[in-house]
């Protein structure tokens, strides 16, 4: 099934229109490949002659889940962004305070867990172990546990604040987290069905 790009209003205050503009541009691309990798694979005729060194099925399978997350993570991020003065309703701070020793402690653990990243720092649900996790991705398709449910998404990738901030990523987080629309993180953490388990 062929997906198509979802519009984001250019509505944030971490990033400049200018960051914005090339971003998308890069989030357009990845439904692109999404796109042409699940034709190619539709296309594809049996025996897949699949091989775990080199195949083309291979190649196709990886290059699905590091376009498909690669658009997931890009909506997620482009959404959890504004530029109003949001905060975190009761049940973030009840979270932040069971898990990480309240907001501070949330902040300094997120912010240091995006320093440490090279693609990604996601805020999640994780439903094996029942808590919050910040979860460290080096990129789309390495480093998400299964079951883990995205509430924040931060894109740490020098492509997403090089133009604004460039080598100053503790700024660029700073005003990241300055930025988060707690009303897009309060309305994730209501759509979660926190009993869902697999087995
Ligand atoms: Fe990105």
Redesign the pocket.
Known sequence: MEITPKKFPYDMSAISKDQFDS?IK??NGYVDKVNEITKDLFDLTPPFQANATYSKYRGLKKGETYALD?VIL?EA?FSNMTSAKTSPDECLHRVFDQCFGGYEGWVNDFASCAAAARGWCVFCYDQRTRSFRNILMDSHDDGMTCLAYPIIVL?M?E??YFIDYKTDKAEYIKRFIDGICWRAAGKRLNKLGRETSIA
């Open positions: 971003h890069l989030y690669g890009h991020y894109d990738y492509h997403a």
